[in-house]
C-alpha cells in the first residue's frame, strides 16, 4: 500500500521554484517511491540498473537531449559526472521542475550537489516513516514497539520481521555501502562500533572511550563516525551554547536515524524486553528527538534543534530555536508525571532569560496538563508533533 509521505508537499513547492530538486536520505527511506507518485508523469532512470548507467556514461549530452522535459534520476551517486552536464542543461533551459535526483550513502555527493547545482537545485533530506505517516498505514503503535519495529517502510508495506530486515540491512550496508567509502580493513571491528554506538545513544561522543573500547584510533573512531552520518545511519545533536556564560557542554550527542536498527544492534526484540532494559530512556528519547526531527525535514525547515548541559549538571533534553525563541522539552519515557521533571527547564530560564519560551516535556503518560508555565503531553496520542514547526 502506498501513502502520501508528508514531505511531497514542500517537494512539489520546491520543483515549482528549482529547476532541479534533489531527495537525498538513506537506503530504503522511500525516495524512488516518493519521486514516482509526485511526478507519475516523468520519464524514470534508475542509474543502479547498469545498462542504463553505461548508456548514459556513454553520451551523457545525448542522454539529456532526448529528455527535454528532465526525468527522475534515482541513486544518482552511480554516475556523479552526470551532475555537470545537467548543470549544463539547465542552465540553458532554466525551466523549474526538470529533474528529480534522488542519493543516498555518499559522503561526497552532497558536496558535489552542493556545489555543481549551486542555486539550481533545491536540497530535501528524507527520512523513513514519521508516526503520523504510519498512522495511515495501521493503527497507531506503541511508541515501544515502534522503537523495536523502525519505520522503513518496506518492513510496514510487506510486514517483514525486523530481525530478519535490519540483518540484511546492516550486511548490505556494511559489505557494499561502507567498503565502497572507506578502507576498512577489521569488518569485524567495524561491527563492534556499530553495536557500541547503539549502546551510547544519547550520550556525549567520547571518541577516546569508543577508541579503546573497539580497539581503533580515535581518527579511524572520527572517520567511520562521519560515514554514518552522511549515509543517514546516525546524526549529532549539537550542544546549545550561544551567548551564555556559564561553563556548558560542548561535545555532541549521538543518536541512530532509525531506533528500530538501533534496537536490532543491541539485541532487544520487543516493547516488553525495551522496557526493562537500561537504555529505555535513550532509546525513547531518540524516538521523540527523531519525530521532530522528520516533522522540521519534512516541512523543508533546517533542523534547528540542540540540547543544553551546564558543568553543574543541569541539562534539557532537546531545544527549538525559532528565531531569538528557544522552546526547551523534556522527553521522558515514565508513564507518571512528577515535578522533577521540569528542574532542567527552570534552570534554563534562569540562564537564558526571556528568550525561553514556553517549556514542555514528552512523557508515555496518558494525562495532558500543565505544570508552571510547561505543557505535559504524550505526543503519540495528543497533537502529534506538530509544535516542532510553529
Same mark, same amino acid.
Given at each position: 500500500?502506498?501513502?502520501?509521505?508528508?514531505?511531497?508537499?514542500?517537494?512539489?513547492?520546491?520543483?515549482?521554484?528549482?529547476?532541479?530538486?534533489?531527495?537525498?536520505?538513506?537506503?530504503?527511506?522511500?525516495?524512488?517511491?516518493?519521486?514516482?507518485?509526485?511526478?507519475?508523469?516523468?520519464?524514470?532512470?534508475?542509474?543502479?540498473?547498469?545498462?542504463?548507467?553505461?548508456?548514459?556514461?556513454?553520451?551523457?549530452?545525448? =542522454?539529456?537531449?532526448?529528455?527535454?522535459?528532465?526525468?527522475?534520476?534515482?541513486?544518482?551517486?552511480?554516475?556523479?559526472? #552526470?551532475?555537470?552536464?545537467?548543470?549544463?542543461?539547465?542552465?540553458?533551459?532554466?525551466?523549474?521542475?526538470?529533474?528529480?535526483?534522488?542519493?543516498?550513502? %555518499?559522503?561526497?555527493?552532497?558536496?558535489?550537489?552542493?556545489?555543481? #547545482?549551486?542555486?539550481?537545485?533545491?536540497?530535501?533530506?528524507?527520512?523513513? =516513516?514519521?508516526?503520523?505517516?504510519?498512522?495511515?498505514?495501521?493503527? %497507531?503503535?506503541?511508541? +515501544?514497539?515502534?522503537?523495536?519495529?523502525?519505520?522503513?517502510?518496506?518492513?510496514?508495506?510487506?510486514?517483514?520481521?525486523?530481525?530478519?530486515? =535490519?540483518?540484511?540491512?546492516?550486511?548490505?550496508?556494511?559489505?557494499?555501502?561502507?567498503?565502497?567509502?572507506?578502507?576498512?580493513?577489521?569488518?569485524?571491528?567495524?561491527?563492534?562500533?556499530?553495536?557500541?554506538?547503539?549502546?551510547?545513544?544519547? %550520550?556525549?561522543?567520547?571518541?577516546?572511550?569508543?577508541?579503546?573500547?573497539?580497539?581503533?584510533?580515535? !581518527? !579511524?573512531?572520527?572517520?567511520?563516525?562521519?560515514? #554514518?552520518?552522511?549515509?543517514?545511519?546516525? +546524526?549529532?545533536?549539537?550542544?546549545?551554547?550561544?551567548?551564555?556564560?556559564?561553563?556548558? !557542554?560542548?561535545?555532541? @550527542?549521538?543518536?541512530?536515524?532509525?531506533?528500530?536498527?538501533?534496537?536490532?544492534?543491541?539485541?532487544?526484540?520487543?516493547?516488553?524486553?525495551? %522496557?526493562?532494559?537500561?537504555?529505555?530512556?535513550?532509546?525513547?528519547?531518540?524516538?521523540?528527538?527523531?519525530?521532530?526531527?522528520?516533522?522540521?525535514?519534512?516541512?523543508?525547515?533546517?533542523?534547528?534543534?540542540?540540547?543544553?548541559?551546564?558543568?553543574?549538571?543541569?541539562?534539557?533534553?532537546?531545544?527549538?530555536?525559532?528565531?531569538?525563541?528557544?522552546?526547551?522539552?523534556?522527553?521522558?519515557?515514565?508513564?507518571?508525571?512528577?515535578?522533577?521533571?521540569?528542574?532542567?527547564?527552570?534552570?534554563?530560564? @534562569?540562564?537564558?532569560?526571556?528568550?525561553?519560551?514556553?517549556?514542555?516535556?514528552?512523557?508515555?503518560?496518558?494525562? @495532558?496538563?500543565?505544570?508552571?508555565?510547561?505543557?505535559?503531553?504524550?505526543?503519540?496520542?495528543?497533537?502529534?508533533? @506538530?509544535?516542532?514547526?510553529?
Amino acid at each position: 500500500m502506498l501513502i502520501k509521505r508528508d514531505i511531497e508537499e514542500e517537494l512539489c513547492a520546491c520543483a515549482n521554484e528549482y529547476p532541479v530538486v534533489t531527495i537525498f536520505g538513506p537506503r530504503q527511506s522511500g525516495k524512488t517511491t516518493l519521486a514516482r507518485m509526485a511526478f507519475p508523469d516523468k520519464q524514470y532512470f534508475s542509474l543502479e540498473d547498469p545498462d542504463i548507467r553505461d548508456h548514459i556514461a556513454e553520451d551523457p549530452r545525448g =542522454f539529456l537531449e532526448n529528455i527535454p522535459d528532465g526525468a527522475i534520476l534515482d541513486e544518482i551517486q552511480r554516475l556523479p559526472d #552526470l551532475l555537470s552536464y545537467i548543470q549544463s542543461f539547465v542552465d540553458k533551459d532554466n525551466r523549474s521542475g526538470l529533474f528529480i535526483i534522488t542519493g543516498s550513502h %555518499q559522503p561526497l555527493l552532497h558536496q558535489a550537489v552542493s556545489q555543481t #547545482l549551486a542555486g539550481r537545485t533545491a536540497i530535501l533530506n528524507l527520512l523513513p =516513516f514519521s508516526h503520523a505517516e504510519l498512522g495511515r498505514l495501521h493503527k %497507531q503503535q506503541d511508541p +515501544f514497539e515502534l522503537c523495536c519495529t523502525g519505520a522503513y517502510p518496506r518492513l510496514h508495506d510487506k510486514h517483514l520481521k525486523p530481525d530478519r530486515f =535490519f540483518a540484511g540491512y546492516v550486511q548490505t550496508y556494511v559489505e557494499r555501502d561502507v567498503r565502497a567509502l572507506i578502507n576498512i580493513k577489521d569488518i569485524d571491528r567495524f561491527q563492534v562500533f556499530l553495536r557500541l554506538l547503539a549502546g551510547r545513544i544519547g %550520550q556525549l561522543v567520547n571518541y577516546r572511550a569508543l577508541s579503546n573500547d573497539v580497539g581503533v584510533s580515535s !581518527t !579511524t573512531i572520527k572517520n567511520w563516525l562521519s560515514v #554514518l552520518k552522511a549515509s543517514f545511519v546516525a +546524526f549529532e545533536l549539537p550542544p546549545y551554547y550561544e551567548n551564555i556564560r556559564k561553563r556548558v !557542554t560542548k561535545s555532541p @550527542k549521538i543518536f541512530f536515524c532509525d531506533v528500530g536498527l538501533a534496537c536490532y544492534l543491541l539485541g532487544i526484540h520487543n516493547a516488553n524486553q525495551l %522496557q526493562r532494559d537500561p537504555l529505555r530512556g535513550g532509546l525513547y528519547e531518540n524516538l521523540i528527538i527523531l519525530e521532530i526531527l522528520k516533522e522540521r525535514l519534512n516541512h523543508g525547515l533546517t533542523p534547528q534543534i540542540n540540547f543544553y548541559r551546564d558543568s553543574n549538571g543541569h541539562e534539557v533534553d532537546l531545544i527549538i530555536r525559532d528565531g531569538r525563541s528557544l522552546h526547551p522539552i523534556e522527553i521522558k519515557s515514565a508513564s507518571t508525571f512528577t515535578s522533577s521533571f521540569i528542574t532542567g527547564i527552570e534552570n534554563f530560564r @534562569k540562564t537564558v532569560g526571556q528568550r525561553c519560551a514556553r517549556g514542555m516535556v514528552c512523557y508515555n503518560g496518558k494525562e @495532558k496538563t500543565t505544570f508552571k508555565n510547561t505543557d505535559v503531553f504524550n505526543p503519540f496520542i495528543h497533537d502529534g508533533f @506538530k509544535f516542532a514547526v510553529r
